[in-house]
């Protein structure tokens, strides 16, 4: 039971960042019909934010104290960073430690800024274009964004820890009555889902309870009729694609404690997040996020010893790489829509 | 060569004489002189060029013709790379069995992936193909081990049965006894022309690949691809079933990778999971594109283009820079250096990825494209049917 829990806990934290890439991608595609191929460049970009933003945090001012020398005998030179300067000791180190969830604030106006200028300057022009030129374009697009960071932060990963207080892990299975130490769980783990269910939460709500919700909505399922009612859908729509990049940012922004980021991370997570969104159906929000966690948790699965333990039994090897990619199979030769794709949706 | 119309037959012998005398003419400067790292001539990067041609040309029958994008390419390569790399190990280092092997597997694969991947087609076509190949990529990487050797990747090592090998049989990848890494070195002058055995036999067989390609644009089978391209939903209404004409192209285009694979081994006889990953099939993609989807030669062309300027891209650095700028005041030389050094030596795919989205947003024909835009400004307009227009270029099966 135990170690159910914890496969269960384990998938759901990549589940969650497969869901709010696949919910980007399905929004783009949903409103504005192109397959974003450099969303996995915005997720990077979005990690790439925290980096930023705690480098900046640790810019420092250099000054050579006198009194000290350092092992060569030279006068010790000592950092403080600004923000300490600024702010006093306890509250500067406070801005410090916390920069990766101070990110958040910092990359949703830099990832609605980099999606409005992605549609306004680039996408725009491509919808009459074919789907091949609209996937080679962004795909050209994740290269440059990809470059760019890697000449601008160097190829190497990043470490960009979480603040001190969510560093340790949580014992989750004595809330549920089980004994101590039985399932233990990172908290920024923890919180990295709770995060997204919000995030994703707060994108249905903004859907569903308003206006603008409501008419880019009725966009989704006939653009033609909402601009000939006098809508001004194409605003809309570059708001949402807005929206998507920032989804993603704030998804890369969270995920940095996890994972260290590097250049190539985007592509990493697109490609699964392309399946998730093949394996929930193409152009469903809810079928996005449920074959995200979905898939998260198979994979967690699928890695777990017994379950290989199985496999080997059966003189066979063992599959938590590709289980992703053979239940996406099975479930397009079974039901090519997708697990929650409207009929019809790009069907043939 | 008879069946040819007479402009295919002079693009056949352009082709052929460009790649018999390709020693001479990727090496125009003499050695030492400065312009020498602009030399391309040495065998390594020549036999690139044709194995990189002979992708790039099959992938051309199959987005070119068809308009199906593949975002799995390189999954072919890498099967035929592994099958041939199998051939070494268990027969002899001939290459002969190595690329039939390699090809064959490598078709095989393309019609388990493309039975599936065919059913949809646009979009959810070049998702389907990309997803295979990266689950291809993962299945050589740790499920396979035993078939593919890891992340160290499949090598011949002295221990391996080699059933065919005979007391005196060459120990490195042969031609029945004609080593192929054996390269004759004439030195004329202050030049020294390369030919490499190895470079000849890629060089056959990527004239052997456009030979069939021609023959394929031009038959009966390659205007129904082009009709699927045009529009499919009209084939469809005609009575036409185009899912096997589609999947022909398909297992055709993916034995042309599995070919490419197999020299690849036979230069170089190991095969590692990197060369299915997905980025190297975003590079054929990148390849065909630059040179010209849809038309005959530019899909060689891009490939070289590709391949010439990454090599020597990559060997440029701030120093050379500063070399070349040396004239200029210094302030200025700095600045010039310090935004071109982005784009040269490790930043070389940042250049590669603008030149892409400049040529996709501007000249979706490729280099062909703008060759004939270009002709046609001095010649006034006319158009002999070779490049097609944009629009006709870069329609896809909806």
Known sequence: MDAILLQILN????????????LGLTLIFGTLGVVNFAHGALFMLGSFCAVALSKIFNISKITIDPDKVDFLGNPLKVKTPY????????????????????????????????????????????????????????????IVIQEIIKAAFGANPIPTPAPDVFRGSYDFGVLLGMEANAVIYPFWRLIYFAFSTVIIASV????????????????????????????????????????????????????????????????????????????GGMGSLPGAVLAGFLLGVLESFASMNEVKGFFEALYLPSIDQIIIYLVAIIILLARPRGLMGRAGVMEE | ????????????????????????????FPEGSALAQFNAGYPDLMQRFAIFGILAIGFNILFGLTGYLSFGHAAFLGVGSYSAVWMFKLLSMNIVPAIILSVIVAGVFSLLIGFICLRRSGIYFSILTLMFAQMSYSLAYSVLTP??????????????????????????TNLFGLEMRSTFTLDLGPWAFQFNFGYYV????????????????????????????????????????????????????????????????????????????????GEIVLMTILGGVGTLLGPVLGAGFIKYFENIFSKINETVLHGWFAFLPDGLNDAIVWVLHFFVGKGWHLTLGLLF????????????????????????????????????ATTPAE
């Open chain 1, 83 to 142: 923000v300490i300067e600024w702010f006093g000791e306890s509250t500067g180190a406070a801005i410090i430690d916390w920069s990766v969830p101070l990110a958040i604030l910092f990359a949703i106006p830099v990832m609605l800024l980099v999606g409005y200028v992605m549609e306004r300057g680039l996408i725009k022009h491509f919808y009459k274009r074919p789907h091949a030129d609209q996937i080679l374009v962004t795909f050209g697009l994740a």
């Open chain 2, 147 to 172: 078939l593919t050797n890891g992340e160290t990747g499949l090598q011949v090592y002295n221990d391996d049965p080699q059933y065919l090998m005979g007391p005196n049989s060459p120990t490195v």
């Open chain 2, 1 to 28: 060569m008879r069946h040819l119309s007479k402009s295919d037959k002079s693009t056949l012998i352009i082709v052929a004489a460009l790649a018999l005398l390709a020693p001479f003419i990727l090496n125009p």
């Open chain 2, 202 to 281: 890629c060089a056959f067989f990527l004239l052997l690949a456009f030979y069939i390609a021609i023959r394929i644009f031009r038959s009966p089978f390659g205007l129904m691809l082009r009709a699927i391209k045009t529009n499919q939903t009209r084939l469809n209404y005609t009575g036409l079933n185009s899912r096997p004409y589609t999947l022909a192209a398909f297992v055709i285009s993916g034995m042309y990778a599995g070919l490419a694979g197999g020299l690849m081994a036979s230069m170089d006889p190991l095969a590692g999971a990197e060369r299915m990953y997905w980025t190297a099939s």
């Open chain 2, 357 to 392: 989205m400049l040529i996709v947003i501007f000249l979706p024909g490729g280099l062909m494209e703008g060759w004939t835009r270009i002709r046609n400004k001095f010649r006034g307009g006319k158009d002999d049917g070779e490049a097609p227009s944009p629009t006709a």
């Open chain 1, 11 to 22: 998938g759901l934290d990549k589940g969650s960042a497969y869901a709010l890439i696949a």
């Open chain 1, 204 to 279: 249905f709500a903004f859907l569903q309870f308003t206006t603008f919700g409501m008419v880019v909505r009725a966009g989704m399922a006939d653009r033609e009729t909402v601009g000939l009612l006098g809508i001004n859908i194409d605003k809309r729509f570059t708001f949402m694609f807005g929206i998507a990049a920032a989804v993603a940012g704030l998804a890369g922004v969270m995920y940095t404690p996890i994972n260290s980021p590097n250049y190539h991370m985007g592509m990493d997570f697109l490609v699964l997040s392309f399946v998730v969104v093949v394996v």
